[in-house]
């Protein structure tokens, strides 16, 4: 009797296991919204198409209070974060650039002298590559684990935002270049020497050149988005070609300007027209690189970078903002449609999040009469060294102040025979007394204390021994760094900008969609990092080597 319990339980078990292996997705959709907060979702609801995010948060799970857990929340850092499944204190992308010590130079998150770029039509001797991520991502768990059979393919209008979520080991990423072409899609020589001949085909159709034949003006009558201050305002920054930042935008015109600065195809990245673009491009992808057509499930990451150019821009109080996302509702739409046909409804599996939010603009919140104030960096700089001077004697103690962190000559002080720690807290208690900074913590406690909640662990979390600072800043909500010595007044801030623990900074969607996905929401605090782990249980695969999110439970229930 035994015997027959434990052969049924067997035959059930791995009856368990065939049947979970054919319910695999056939892809993985990662979809990353560049700044786009949580709220987003909500405050243009009413006018999304049915088929777009309201299909998604109808027919998928909502993650409400998904909240970014470190401090710098930034492009290169919050795609890195999202597919490694860990924080910038392990992966190592701390920011989209940083300070390097051993060259004495500020280094790009993805720049790779040793790598060219691939398919550009002129010379461009910039480099890239993923070498500076320093843990695997759950694309390349996915590439081990099918013994490299699977297919990962990621694209964005931003070199970081696909080539951070491809890893290491991605068949292809895939970014806009308007640099050294009439704005085509490059890779680099890291994974190619030469395009496939689907991308050459998709340059030579030209699309980057056909969508700038028409002009933008609004999805809907202008006057009724309400949801938006108003079109004229004192907000946004005015666009080249331009003398005001208001509907329409006649890119004819436009162009002609953006091409006496060597930028005509740039214009793409501040229309509505780069998400369509790239919708274009992912979905030939998507067929040519023939995902999700046989057993081995593949993955294609598509970051949308235009939300995040235009709110730096116009700000995401604009009308512009407003209507770029209503846009990016009927690009995703036709996304779903395309995914529905070619690989099948039910086959894939969809993720979609951002890398970050956004601080209201401040001269938007100081005449609306809320808490802001700029932080003038330079005069920080300044203020810190004399500081220095007065109490070590005169030198240069300071190698970099970038607004966000101080890096101290290192050299220099174990010359003077000084004490490290000893320096970092005297330049910390001197940065804390400046009227806007509400922390300053040092890399010496920052590397032996724990902490277990607030801001400081959110800066633990983003701080890498290697490559961060010595004293580390946080600035009072609504406060924003300026490192422009023409900024005087509050009323000169135009556009959003980004970068701290703050709610308007850290909250963000997390929808999931599709294969194996329940209906549900829930308000239960989860962070970016729990997507990875959670994908490489939907996978059975392992999670990637720098884990430290935990599955999302309610999408296993």
């Known amino acids: 009797m035994i015997r027959i319990?434990?052969?049924?339980?067997?035959?059930?078990?791995?009856?368990?296991?065939?049947?979970?292996?054919?319910d695999k997705p056939k892809l993985v959709v990662g979809i990353v919204v560049d700044q786009m907060r949580f709220d987003h979702l909500y405050k243009y609801q009413e006018r999304f198409s049915n088929g777009g995010f309201k299909r998604i948060m109808q027919e998928g799970f909502n993650y409400k209070n998904t909240q970014y857990n470190y401090i710098p929340t930034v492009t290169a850092a919050g795609h890195a974060s999202i597919y490694t499944g860990t924080t910038p204190a392990t992966h190592g992308i701390i920011g989209n650039t940083w300070y390097q010590r051993s060259s004495k130079q500020i280094i790009t998150n993805i720049g790779d002298s040793n790598e060219l770029i691939v398919g550009t039509t002129t010379v461009n001797s910039y480099g890239a590559s993923p070498r500076n991520l320093l843990t695997t991502?759950?694309?390349?768990?996915?590439?081990?684990?099918?013994?490299?059979?699977?297919?990962?393919?990621?694209?964005?209008?931003?070199?970081?935002?696909?080539?951070?979520?491809?890893g290491n080991a991605a068949n292809a990423a895939y970014w806009h270049d308007w640099k050294s072409s009439p704005g085509y899609f490059v890779s680099s020589s890291y994974y190619m020497d030469e395009l496939p001949n689907w991308v050459t085909k998709f340059n030579q159709s030209e699309k980057s050149d056909s969508y700038l034949t028409n002009s933008w003006s609004t999805l809907y009558p202008i006057e009724s988005y309400t949801m938006s201050a108003p079109d004229d305002n004192n907000y946004e920054r005015a666009i080249a070609g331009k003398t005001s930042a208001t509907f329409p935008y006649d890119y004819k015109s436009m162009r002609e300007r953006y091409k006496t600065i060597g930028a005509e195809f740039q214009l793409v990245w501040v229309t509505p027209v780069g998400n369509s673009l790239l919708t274009d491009f992912a979905i030939e992808a998507i067929k040519n690189e023939g995902l999700g057509t046989d057993d081995v499930t593949d993955f294609i990451n598509i970051s949308y970078s235009v939300p995040d150019v235009i709110g730096h821009t116009f700000g995401p109080q604009s009308v512009e903002f407003e209507d770029v996302i209503l846009r990016l509702d009927r690009d995703i739409e036709n996304l779903l449609k395309s995914l529905d046909a070619t690989v099948g409804t039910g086959n894939y599996l969809l993720f979609l999040t951002s890398d970050h939010g956004s601080v209201p603009v401040a001269s938007y919140l100081a005449d609306n009469k809320l808490p802001t104030g700029i932080a003038n960096i330079i005069k920080y700089d300044a203020a810190l060294l004399s500081h220095l001077n007065t109490k070590y004697g005169t030198n240069q103690w300071i190698e970099h102040f970038d607004g966000e962190s101080v890096y101290l000559n290192h050299d220099l002080i174990k010359q003077k025979k000084l004490s490290l720690r000893a320096v970092q807290q005297e330049a910390a208690d001197f940065l804390i007394t400046?009227?806007?900074?509400t922390r300053a913590v040092t890399a010496s406690d920052l590397q032996s204390r724990s902490y277990g909640y607030g801001i400081n662990q959110k800066l633990q979390k983003g701080y890498h021994s290697k490559r961060s600072g010595?004293?580390?800043?946080?600035?009072?909500?609504?406060?924003?760094?300026?490192?422009d010595q023409k900024i005087t007044t509050i009323q000169q801030i135009k556009g959003t900008t980004h970068g701290t623990g703050y709610a308007y900074d850290s909250h963000v969607p997390m929808l999931w969609f599709g294969n194996s996905i329940p209906k549900g929401e829930t308000v239960r605090k989860v962070s970016v990092t729990d997507i990875a782990p959670s994908l490489a249980q939907f996978l059975d695969i392992q999670s990637p080597s720098g884990t430290t999110g935990e599955p999302l439970i309610e999408l296993f229930e």
């Open 434 to 437: 400046l009227e806007e900074v």
């Open 137 to 166: 991502t759950i694309t390349d768990q996915l590439r081990m684990g099918t013994n490299f059979r699977a297919k990962v393919i990621s694209v964005s209008l931003k070199d970081r935002g696909a080539i951070l979520p491809g």
């Open 470 to 483: 010595d004293v580390l800043l946080v600035l009072k909500p609504g406060f924003i760094p300026s490192l």
């Open 5 to 22: 319990i434990a052969i049924t339980a067997l035959l059930f078990f791995n009856g368990y296991l065939l049947r979970s292996q054919s």
